[in-house]
């Protein structure tokens, strides 16, 4: 049995010096300590041995044991340091080969108009409110003087989640004022931007979903004159010192008096071309002073407090900030258009 230990040792030291990859340096190792392995089959025969030989060969198979481990685990060593090289080699980046460009995204148009516009507001000291999207009808028109029968509460006009027409998708973001005005005592200044909702054909100025910011300021004294110097100031912000405003009158349940609010064509600077449609005007937004009936109801004692609000659609203030014609673009998220904002 000496001799075939011996035997062993010498052939399996040999196979695994040869051994050129991982595959076969596995399979060796399989072959010698393996359930079936040639070390395995003489140990196994140990107890056949005289009770006189058995230390003997069982110290020379445990030594030539260790050998052949110690001989399989250099070899492994040995193949995965040339491995790492040959990866090294084949895997070499030359870097001065230009990469590929990194596109940067850039801001959405209407975030970028939605983003100036809390600024300003916020440095005239407003405050950002926002509230819910699905809405009691209570809020959006019974709380601001909407009565039952005006046309807006028409089921062609608005998107109700109920039979009884009492919760709504909101029409407009001003149940967010109400909110404000119920739980917050005068002096009151916010913006609440956000998504609305009208049931309206989508075409070029017109989209069922759509984005407002609409304003409030609740305080002693407030006069239409604050309304207007709060917007010229807007105005003056978003499109250059000295654009010229129109204010006509107009008719909101929920403000009296109220008004539109127009700025000069940028095109044609008042004198009618096809982006102002010969008017040489561009209606912005609609304002006015808040209605009494609003206030009272949500608790403001009108002899003491008074207030303006206002409200316009940012995609609008966005088509006129970059000079878009259809209000579609906005919305089809096409990056050969977006990436030029």
């Known amino acids: 049995m000496k001799e075939e230990l011996e035997n062993l040792r010498d052939a399996a030291l040999s196979g695994i010096e040869a051994a050129a990859d991982m595959e076969t340096l596995e399979a ?21 041995l005289p009770a006189d030989e058995r230390p003997v060969m069982g ?8 050998e052949i481990e110690k001989a399989l685990d250099a070899r492994k060593t040995a193949l995965e340091e040339t491995l790492l090289e040959r990866r090294l080699i084949d895997e070499r980046l030359d870097v001065t080969i230009p990469g590929t460009p990194v596109t940067v995204g850039k801001k959405h148009p209407m975030t970028t108009v939605l983003d100036e516009a809390k600024d300003i507001f916020i440095g005239m000291g407003f405050q950002i409110a926002e509230g819910p999207e699905i809405e009691l009808s209570e809020y959006v028109f019974d709380k601001l003087n909407t009565k039952e029968g005006h046309p807006s509460r028409d089921r062609q006009d608005t998107f109700y989640f109920d039979d009884e027409d009492k919760i709504v998708l909101r029409t407009q973001t001003s149940p967010v004022q109400v909110r404000v005005m119920e739980a917050q005592k005068p002096p009151i200044r916010i913006i609440s931007p956000g998504r609305v909702y009208r049931k309206d054909e989508v075409d070029a100025t017109h989209s069922p979903i759509f984005h407002q910011i609409e304003g409030l300021v609740v305080d002693r004294g407030i006069t239409f004159g604050d309304l207007k110097g709060t917007l010229n100031a807007l105005v003056e912000s978003l499109y250059g010192r000295g654009t010229q405003t129109r204010f006509r009158p107009h008719h909101f349940p929920f403000t009296e008096p109220s008004c539109e609010v127009d700025v000069q064509c940028f095109g044609c600077g008042g004198s009618g071309c096809s982006m102002c449609k010969g008017e040489g005007w561009i209606e912005l937004l609609g304002a006015g002073m808040v209605h009494p009936n609003v206030l009272g109801v949500c608790g403001i004692d009108t002899d003491v407090y008074s207030g303006f609000a206002f409200g316009f659609g940012l995609e609008r203030m966005t088509m006129l900030r970059f000079a878009i014609s259809d209000l579609r673009l906005i919305y089809e998220n096409d990056r050969r258009f977006l990436s030029q904002f």
Not at 28 to 48: A, N, P
Not at 59 to 66: H, S, Y
Request: hydrophobic share 35%; net charge positive; glycine share 18%.
């Open 59 to 66: 110290q020379l198979a445990n030594e030539i044991r260790g």
């Open 28 to 48: 060796l190792r399989v072959g010698y300590f393996g359930k079936k392995g040639e070390i395995t089959s003489i140990l196994k025969q140990m107890g056949r």
